[in-house]
């Protein structure tokens, strides 16, 4: 129960956040009709209104993330490792989570709930613990190694995960993702 309204309260701050940011976005945006003789054209960007600011930590993600397999089998009461590795362009701080590809996780749901729930008898580990914050630094790279462990309840299938580094920013945070396919026998 408690849960449920931990999960209810950071859904309603995530809302009112996006319903914030959307409002600094859009301030300021002239929407510019089309002639009936641009018809068939590609259609041209707009451009920004000339006091617009940007801000840069939401033009890009300055790191890039990749594991050393998109797919793995493992039988059931086997473990097998993977390399996730990591490469920055600028210092940063990441908090790595392995969970459900069709959810990542903001920092602040990682740190007040927990990291995503896996299917049942599935666990990731990051060395010894399930989640794991790392500090990258400028134009270089870390490797670093996921523990996936099928305990013997698990259910045979194919999971679709998400390995996933989180970048908390002044602004939100960013994150990429990659799939990694888990096939249990």
Same mark, same amino acid.
């Given at each position: 129960?408690?849960?449920?309204?931990?999960?209810?309260? %950071? &859904?309603? &701050?995530?809302?009112?956040?996006?319903?914030?940011?959307?409002?600094? *976005?859009?301030?300021?945006?002239? +929407?510019?009709?089309? !002639?009936?003789?641009?018809?068939?054209?590609?259609?041209? $960007?707009?451009?920004?209104? !000339?006091?617009?600011?940007?801000?840069?930590?939401?033009?890009?993600?300055?790191?890039?993330?990749?594991?050393?397999?998109?797919?793995?089998?493992?039988?059931?009461?086997?473990?097998?490792?993977?390399?996730? #590795?990591?490469?920055?362009?600028? $210092? +940063?701080?990441?908090?790595?989570?392995?969970?459900?590809?069709?959810? %990542?996780?903001?920092?602040? !749901?990682? #740190?007040?709930?927990?990291?995503?729930?896996?299917?049942?008898?599935? %666990?990731?580990?990051?060395?010894?613990?399930?989640?794991?914050?790392?500090? +990258?630094? &400028?134009?270089?790279?870390?490797?670093?190694?996921?523990?996936?462990? %099928? !305990?013997?309840? *698990?259910?045979?299938?194919?999971?679709?995960?998400? +390995?996933?580094?989180?970048?908390?920013?002044? /602004?939100?945070?960013?994150?990429?993702?990659?799939?990694? /396919?888990?096939?249990?026998?």
């Amino acid at each position: 129960m408690k849960r449920i309204k931990v999960w209810t309260i %950071v &859904a309603f &701050a995530a809302v009112i956040a996006s319903g914030i940011l959307m409002a600094f *976005a859009t301030q300021g945006f002239n +929407v510019v009709p089309i !002639e009936p003789s641009q018809i068939g054209e590609p259609p041209q $960007r707009p451009q920004p209104p !000339e006091n617009a600011t940007l801000i840069p930590e939401l033009s890009s993600i300055p790191f890039d993330l990749s594991l050393n397999t998109s797919e793995i089998t493992v039988s059931k009461g086997e473990s097998v490792n993977i390399t996730v #590795m990591i490469y920055s362009t600028e $210092r +940063v701080d990441l908090l790595l989570v392995v969970g459900p590809w069709d959810h %990542v996780p903001s920092w602040g !749901e990682v #740190m007040l709930i927990g990291p995503p729930e896996l299917p049942p008898g599935i %666990v990731a580990y990051f060395g010894q613990i399930e989640t794991t914050e790392i500090s +990258v630094e &400028a134009n270089s790279s870390i490797t670093m190694n996921l523990t996936l462990s %099928v !305990e013997n309840q *698990a259910a045979s299938g194919t999971y679709t995960l998400g +390995v996933s580094a989180i970048q908390q920013t002044s /602004h939100g945070c960013v994150s990429a993702s990659v799939p990694l /396919h888990l096939i249990i026998l």
